[in-house]
């Protein structure tokens, strides 16, 4: 056991040296391969980050959530539909929710106004991005513009906790009369009704009465939701994905030639190595070492660079089309959060294929007549 592994130490030594006196054509390689590795995990990364802040805005998020139709748009829901649905076995609770959407029209960015039952009359507690970008804190006041076209000043209370920056970045907590006040949404009304179950297996039959009791509604689970954040990603993700595969593809035909074309220089040193006792397996075992150096190396470096840029640098490349929202939501800061399954597949697609595919040409140099190769 250990006689195996000095041998392999002085291998590691040799390819490290090997690929040290070749470190021009290394170096571009190296080059190349980092870059193809930033840009796929990049976009791995940012799909991951944004999924995990996905989850987090809907763990605690009510099972079913109850819109009103009306010609395929959303409408005011009437608080009497909250007691129909509660009448439901089965159904929990039943809560009326005001909420919408408020352009901010100096900053150019949509924000989320949601109402609390922990907001006192003219106060909000705003989220950290809009906090930033209107450089307002808790004590100084915000102004909002009202439907009818008047200000409202409102004073910041306190800033949303960063637990979750998608849930929270855009988000403005306030009271139900400001919001009203804001909003113009009459009494007796709500945006939409948010209904917990007891028994989540029972979601499918608990939709389908709601939808029966009154057809005018639109029931949507919490699995919904989460499915159609998923399917979003992946799609937005899979397009960046689909337009890298040709940098890859050229990488993958940049690495084969680079492996099978060894250099008359790099022939003559297996010959000469063979020469002088070298065994067949030696030299296949060192090609794998450096092939494995050269991978490892890119790799790390792929990693750490794409790590920067998505999680230092707000995905500052592929913002734009990751993010597609990005012009009307103030900046947030991802929270890190990579997955070891994308960090595994990453390894396998770029890492696995060079390193075994440098073993093919070493192995056919190491077979031929050391002789004949040194001529």
Not at 347 to 355: A, E, R
């Amino acid at each position: 056991m250990r006689t195996t592994i000095e041998r392999h130490r002085y291998l590691i030594d040799f390819a490290l040296s090997s690929l040290f006196r070749h470190r021009g054509k290394n170096f571009a390689l190296v080059l190349v391969y980092t870059l193809v590795i930033f840009l796929l995990g990049s976009v791995l990364f940012f799909s991951q980050a944004i999924k995990h802040e996905a989850a987090l805005l809907l763990k605690d998020s009510p099972e079913i959530i109850v819109q009103r139709m009306q010609m395929g748009r959303n409408e005011q829901v009437p608080l009497e539909y909250a007691d129909k649905i509660a009448a439901i076995r089965g159904v929990i609770s039943v809560e009326p929710r005001l909420w919408g959407y408020y352009f901010d029209d100096e900053l150019k960015a949509t924000y989320t106004l949601l109402v609390s039952d922990d907001a006192q009359p003219g106060s909000v507690t705003i989220g950290s991005a809009i906090a930033r970008l209107k450089s307002a804190y808790p004590g100084d006041t915000v102004t909002l513009r009202r439907h009818d076209g008047e200000l409202e000043g409102l004073q910041v209370k306190a800033l949303v906790s960063d637990e979750s920056q998608l849930l929270s970045a855009d988000l403005v907590l306030l009271a139900a009369a400001d919001y009203r006040n804001l909003s113009g949404i009459r009494e007796g009304y709500a945006t939409d009704l948010a209904v917990r179950v007891r028994n989540p297996k029972e979601l499918a039959v608990i939709t389908t009465k709601i939808r029966a009791a009154l057809p005018d509604t639109r029931p949507i689970t919490r699995f919904e939701i989460l499915r159609t954040y998923d399917a979003l990603f992946d799609w937005r993700s899979g397009i960046v994905l689909l337009v890298l595969v040709s940098s890859m593809l050229a990488f993958i035909i940049f690495a084969w030639d680079k492996a099978s074309g060894l250099s008359a220089e790099e022939r003559k040193e297996i010959g000469i190595l063979r020469s002088v006792g070298w065994e067949t397996s030696d030299i296949i075992v060192l090609k794998f070492w450096e092939g494995s150096a050269v991978s490892l190396l890119s790799f790390l470096s792929g990693c750490l660079l794409a790590y920067g840029h998505i999680f230092l640098q707000d995905a500052s490349i592929l913002r734009a089309v990751l993010k597609g929202w990005s012009t009307v939501y103030p900046d947030f800061h991802l929270v890190p959060h990579i997955n070891f399954n994308q960090l595994t597949i990453l390894f396998c697609l770029t890492v696995l294929p060079y390193t075994f595919v440098t073993i093919i040409p070493a192995w056919r140099a190491a077979t031929v007549d050391p002789d004949a190769v040194m001529r």
